[in-house]
């Protein structure tokens, strides 16, 4: 995977990042405890035949090496730019999940002349007190009893659907799985758990120009769909749709996620 050098508030990070197909830019931005690769896979295989995809890795993901400390707004959308940049994007449609729907949200705000399109699913513009109190807890059992987030994320981040058909094996081998995934990246989660916490995009919002497809999960119990009504109330002639599911629609249905997503770039042109 290609690094490129990006300058922080702490120093300089070094950010990793995936790059496939070819035609326009698409710059792919993962979630709370994903990589570009875990988070995006599907999506990548799926339109890379129509476009640049760049998905990079955010401090405390992946192949990504940073100075450490709490993650500041402006340098998780630094990241952004720098790897598209890197990948010799000047401009480029952007679709974000959870905390990438957020990073995405300000990269569009603060480098409107970059950012052809947007769509985020699952984003929020300022956490409220359950949310605080949610990422707060997140944050500590990241550190502390990873086996206990993955159950506790397993719990509210599939959509009541999803779970419904499964057995107890089938919960068992998956809460394993994010275990072992969540014990290889334990502070950088709780970062960006932390980050998930203080992020505000309340001023960014009416800055952002370019066309807006907001997605909310009908059954979105991490960040409830209220939150994506407000996104898209602030952005101007932003368009919501509401898809079944629930937080982690990347995982639980990528074929609809990445539907919905050629469907906006296509009206988009």
Not at 127 to 151: E, G, I, K, N, Y
Request: a negative charge; glycine letters at 10%; aromatic letters at 4%.
């Amino acid at each position: 995977m290609p690094i490129v050098d990006v300058p922080v508030t702490a120093g300089v990070s070094k950010a990793s990042y995936t790059v496939a197909g070819r035609g326009p830019g698409l710059v792919l931005v993962h979630g709370t405890g994903a990589t570009a690769q875990s988070g995006w896979a599907p999506v990548i295989e799926a339109l890379s035949d129509r476009y640049t995809i760049v998905a990079p890795d955010l401090p405390g993901s992946g192949g990504t090496r940073d100075p450490g400390g709490p993650l500041v707004l402006e340098d998780l959308v630094a990241h952004v730019v720098a790897t598209a940049q890197d990948a010799g994007l000047d401009s480029f449609h952007l679709a974000g999940h959870s905390l990438g729907a957020v990073v995405a949200t300000a990269t569009a705000a603060l480098h409107p002349a970059r950012v052809d399109s947007l769509t985020a699913h699952g984003g929020w513009s300022r956490a409220d007190a359950r949310m605080v109190f949610q990422f707060r807890l997140w944050q500590r059992l990241a550190l502390t009893d990873p086996a206990a987030l993955a159950r506790l994320l397993l719990l509210t981040a599939m959509g009541k659907n999803t779970l419904r058909g499964w057995d107890e094996a089938a919960f068992e081998q998956t809460a394993a799985g994010f275990t072992e995934l969540l014990g290889s990246s334990r502070d950088g989660f709780a970062r960006q758990a932390q980050a998930d916490a203080t992020l505000d995009l309340t001023e960014l919002l009416s800055r952002v120009t370019a066309p807006t497809l907001i997605l909310s999960s009908a059954d979105d119990r991490v960040v409830p769909p209220h939150h994506q009504h407000e996104m898209a109330d602030r952005i101007p002639r932003a368009r919501l749709v509401r898809v079944p599911g629930g937080h982690a629609l990347p995982v639980e249905n990528p074929a609809l996620l990445t539907a919905r997503l050629g469907e906006h770039l296509a009206d988009v042109g």
